[in-house]
Protein backbone atom coordinates (compact mmCIF):
# COMPACT_ATOMS: atom_id res chain seq x y z
CA UNK A 1 0.00 0.00 0.00
CA UNK A 2 1.48 3.24 -0.79
CA UNK A 3 1.87 6.42 1.10
CA UNK A 4 -0.78 8.08 -1.23
CA UNK A 5 -3.29 5.29 -0.86
CA UNK A 6 -3.19 5.60 3.29
CA UNK A 7 -3.73 9.57 3.23
CA UNK A 8 -6.64 8.76 0.84
CA UNK A 9 -7.73 6.14 3.55
CA UNK A 10 -7.75 7.82 6.18
CA UNK A 11 -9.33 10.95 4.59
CA UNK A 12 -12.09 8.57 3.89
CA UNK A 13 -11.94 7.02 7.19
CA UNK A 14 -12.70 10.56 8.60
CA UNK A 15 -15.67 11.56 6.49
CA UNK A 16 -16.80 8.39 7.11
CA UNK A 17 -16.75 8.73 10.76
CA UNK A 18 -17.99 12.39 10.45
CA UNK A 19 -20.98 11.10 8.51
CA UNK A 20 -22.10 8.50 11.51
CA UNK A 21 -21.68 11.22 13.92
CA UNK A 22 -24.03 13.53 11.89
CA UNK A 23 -26.64 10.93 11.73
CA UNK A 24 -26.85 9.86 14.69
CA UNK A 25 -27.56 13.70 15.54
CA UNK A 26 -30.37 13.29 13.09
CA UNK A 27 -31.80 10.68 16.07
CA UNK A 28 -30.60 12.76 19.12
CA UNK A 29 -33.89 12.90 21.89
CA UNK A 30 -34.23 16.93 21.53
CA UNK A 31 -34.40 17.11 18.29
CA UNK A 32 -37.79 14.91 17.79
CA UNK A 33 -38.52 13.84 22.00
CA UNK A 34 -38.20 10.05 21.29
CA UNK A 35 -35.01 7.96 22.15
CA UNK A 36 -32.95 6.68 19.08
CA UNK A 37 -34.98 3.58 19.23
CA UNK A 38 -38.36 4.78 19.42
CA UNK A 39 -37.08 6.54 15.94
CA UNK A 40 -36.29 3.40 14.47
CA UNK A 41 -39.48 0.95 15.40
CA UNK A 42 -41.72 3.89 14.23
CA UNK A 43 -39.34 3.93 10.90
CA UNK A 44 -39.78 0.08 10.70
CA UNK A 45 -43.31 -0.11 11.28
CA UNK A 46 -44.22 2.78 8.68
CA UNK A 47 -41.70 1.41 6.18
CA UNK A 48 -43.40 -2.59 6.67
CA UNK A 49 -47.28 -2.04 7.52
CA UNK A 50 -49.65 -0.84 4.86
CA UNK A 51 -52.96 0.57 5.70
CA UNK A 52 -54.68 -3.08 5.10
CA UNK A 53 -52.34 -4.65 6.80
CA UNK A 54 -52.77 -6.29 10.11
CA UNK A 55 -49.62 -4.99 11.96
CA UNK A 56 -46.52 -6.20 13.01
CA UNK A 57 -45.78 -9.09 16.10
CA UNK A 58 -43.08 -7.95 18.26
CA UNK A 59 -40.81 -10.41 17.29
CA UNK A 60 -41.06 -9.81 13.32
CA UNK A 61 -39.86 -6.12 14.46
CA UNK A 62 -37.07 -7.78 16.51
CA UNK A 63 -36.07 -9.99 14.60
CA UNK A 64 -35.34 -7.76 11.38
CA UNK A 65 -34.12 -5.01 13.58
CA UNK A 66 -31.67 -7.21 15.11
CA UNK A 67 -32.56 -6.28 18.89
CA UNK A 68 -34.48 -7.69 21.12
CA UNK A 69 -38.21 -8.67 21.67
CA UNK A 70 -37.74 -6.78 25.29
CA UNK A 71 -36.13 -3.60 23.85
CA UNK A 72 -38.61 -3.58 21.35
CA UNK A 73 -41.81 -4.15 23.70
CA UNK A 74 -40.53 -1.41 25.95
CA UNK A 75 -39.83 1.47 22.98
CA UNK A 76 -43.96 -0.18 21.88
CA UNK A 77 -45.09 0.85 25.26
CA UNK A 78 -43.13 4.19 24.84
CA UNK A 79 -44.67 4.77 22.30
CA UNK A 80 -48.47 3.41 22.91
CA UNK A 81 -48.18 6.43 25.61
CA UNK A 82 -47.04 9.10 23.12
CA UNK A 83 -50.35 7.56 20.88
CA UNK A 84 -48.43 6.89 17.92
CA UNK A 85 -48.77 3.46 17.94
CA UNK A 86 -51.87 1.17 18.49
CA UNK A 87 -52.21 -2.34 19.45
CA UNK A 88 -54.65 -4.84 17.94
CA UNK A 89 -55.61 -8.93 18.41
CA UNK A 90 -54.80 -10.42 15.39
CA UNK A 91 -58.12 -11.23 13.50
CA UNK A 92 -56.73 -14.68 12.75
CA UNK A 93 -55.57 -15.73 16.47
CA UNK A 94 -56.75 -13.20 19.25
CA UNK A 95 -53.77 -14.04 21.28
CA UNK A 96 -51.47 -12.59 19.35
CA UNK A 97 -50.88 -8.89 19.22
CA UNK A 98 -50.16 -6.40 16.38
CA UNK A 99 -48.33 -3.30 15.97
CA UNK A 100 -49.87 -0.35 13.71
CA UNK A 101 -49.00 3.52 13.28
CA UNK A 102 -51.60 5.72 14.76
CA UNK A 103 -52.68 8.15 12.44
CA UNK A 104 -51.06 10.66 14.77
CA UNK A 105 -47.81 8.38 14.43
CA UNK A 106 -48.24 8.53 10.79
CA UNK A 107 -48.49 12.13 10.74
CA UNK A 108 -45.33 12.36 12.61
CA UNK A 109 -43.45 10.11 10.36
CA UNK A 110 -44.20 12.30 7.52
CA UNK A 111 -43.30 15.38 9.40
CA UNK A 112 -39.88 13.79 10.34
CA UNK A 113 -39.74 12.68 6.50
CA UNK A 114 -40.54 15.84 5.20
CA UNK A 115 -37.86 17.74 7.15
CA UNK A 116 -35.07 15.38 6.36
CA UNK A 117 -36.07 15.21 2.66
CA UNK A 118 -35.47 18.98 3.05
CA UNK A 119 -32.83 19.07 4.65
CA UNK A 120 -31.34 16.78 1.49
CA UNK A 121 -32.40 19.10 -0.46
CA UNK A 122 -30.39 21.41 1.07
CA UNK A 123 -27.56 19.66 0.43
CA UNK A 124 -28.55 18.86 -3.29
CA UNK A 125 -28.28 22.80 -3.65
CA UNK A 126 -25.36 23.17 -1.69
CA UNK A 127 -23.80 20.43 -3.93
CA UNK A 128 -25.43 20.84 -6.84
CA UNK A 129 -26.72 18.49 -8.90
CA UNK A 130 -24.24 16.66 -10.40
CA UNK A 131 -22.27 16.53 -7.46
CA UNK A 132 -25.05 15.64 -5.49
CA UNK A 133 -25.49 12.69 -7.84
CA UNK A 134 -21.78 11.57 -8.24
CA UNK A 135 -21.82 11.53 -4.08
CA UNK A 136 -25.18 9.43 -3.49
CA UNK A 137 -23.70 6.56 -6.26
CA UNK A 138 -20.53 6.91 -4.32
CA UNK A 139 -22.07 6.36 -1.02
CA UNK A 140 -24.21 3.96 -2.50
CA UNK A 141 -20.68 1.63 -4.02
CA UNK A 142 -19.13 2.90 -0.94
CA UNK A 143 -21.72 1.34 1.65
CA UNK A 144 -22.45 -1.90 -0.76
CA UNK A 145 -18.53 -2.75 -0.18
CA UNK A 146 -18.62 -2.39 3.54
CA UNK A 147 -21.30 -4.56 4.10
CA UNK A 148 -20.01 -7.04 2.26
CA UNK A 149 -16.31 -6.46 3.91
CA UNK A 150 -17.88 -5.88 7.58
CA UNK A 151 -18.07 -9.66 8.41
CA UNK A 152 -14.81 -10.19 6.83
CA UNK A 153 -13.27 -7.16 9.02
CA UNK A 154 -15.03 -8.29 12.84
CA UNK A 155 -13.87 -12.09 12.34
CA UNK A 156 -10.35 -10.79 11.73
CA UNK A 157 -9.29 -9.57 15.23
CA UNK A 158 -9.97 -11.64 18.24
CA UNK A 159 -10.60 -10.03 21.75
CA UNK A 160 -6.57 -10.75 23.09
CA UNK A 161 -5.01 -9.37 19.81
CA UNK A 162 -3.79 -12.97 17.97
CA UNK A 163 -4.84 -13.87 15.10
CA UNK A 164 -7.39 -16.94 15.21
CA UNK A 165 -6.36 -18.50 11.50
Known amino acids: MSDEQKKIAMQLMESYFQSQVGGNMMQNRSIYNQKPGEIMVLFFISMNVKDDSPGLMVSEISEKLNVTSPTVTHHINSLAVQELVERHADPADRRVVRIQLSDKGKKYIQRINEARLNMFVGLVKHLGEEESQL ?12 IK ?14 DDK
Not at 135 to 146: G, I, T, V
Not at 149 to 157: D, N, V
Request: no cysteine.
Open 149 to 162: QQELYFRSFSVDGK
Open 135 to 146: FAEMMKKSSDYM
